[in-house]
């Protein structure tokens, strides 16, 4: 079957840097895509990696491993705005997103 | 960049009652659109995939003369929720892919707030 892992929740401090791990099982890849979500709010995209290496923008990076099966969204400078959950979907070979449940992010001061 | 409007930001209606939620692409044409049902502290939920012009495609599970779809035009998918009862209280979002890609992000509406009394 097909099936997005991320860890629940997490816990970083303002300033800090957090790094936030997917692992995917998908029926084909067409690309992995990272949300970030607000409480009570749309997503908002953040990343797409299709290809192997790691993708910066600005304070947000992201890493794809299509051997491993996984990626990882690195957060720098951490800000208290940061707080949020983001998403991890995986396209499959139908170019369906297979969604994770999402990683609740905290920022404490 | 591309923009999706939906309408409206949250809704309280009687159990029994329907309710009627647009998604609109401001700025481009969609022909597909998606619909996600999301439920508190869980991630979306595929409900279904409305096409323009055809009939939507329902996920597993999800009732279609329950969640009517209509996609009428490039820039109009509506989502009736009929004789809605308490358990359909939820976060429905809209979205949609306005690239010319299928690796295109999906672009999402700011999502309705459903509650049902």
């Known amino acids: 079957g097909q099936n997005i892992d991320q860890p629940t929740e997490m816990t970083a401090t303002e300033g800090a840097i957090v790094q936030i791990n997917c692992t995917y099982q998908?029926?084909?890849?067409?690309?992995l895509f990272w949300y970030q979500q607000h409480a009570g709010e749309a997503p908002t995209f953040l990343s797409y990696n299709v290809l192997d290496g790691l993708e910066e923008k600005g304070r947000f990076s992201s890493f794809l491993s299509r051997s491993k099966g996984y990626s990882y969204l690195l957060l720098k400078e951490l800000q208290m705005k940061d707080s949020a959950s983001y998403l991890c979907?995986?396209?499959?070979?139908?170019?369906?997103?297979?969604w994770g449940a999402g990683t609740k992010l905290i920022i404490k001061p | 960049g591309a923009v999706v409007s939906q309408h409206p930001s949250w809704v309280i209606c009687k159990s029994g009652t329907s309710v009627k939620i647009e998604c609109r692409s401001l700025d481009f044409q969609a022909t597909t659109m998606f619909w996600y049902r999301q439920f508190p502290k869980q991630s979306l939920m595929l409900m279904a995939t409305?096409?323009?012009?055809?009939?939507?495609?329902?996920e597993q599970g999800v009732e279609k003369d329950k969640f009517l779809i209509n996609h009428a035009s490039l820039t109009l998918s509506t989502l009736t929720v009929t004789s809605a009862h308490p358990e359909d209280s939820s976060f429905y979002i809209c979205?949609?892919?306005?690239?010319?890609?299928?690796?295109?992000?999906?672009?999402f509406g700011n999502g309705t707030r459903l509650t049902v009394t």
């Open positions: 998908t029926s084909g890849f067409n690309g």
């Open positions: 409305s096409n323009e012009g055809s009939k939507a495609t329902y």
């Open positions: 979907a995986a396209s499959d070979s139908n170019y369906q997103l297979i």
């Open positions: 979205s949609a892919p306005p690239g010319t890609t299928e690796a295109s992000p999906l672009h």
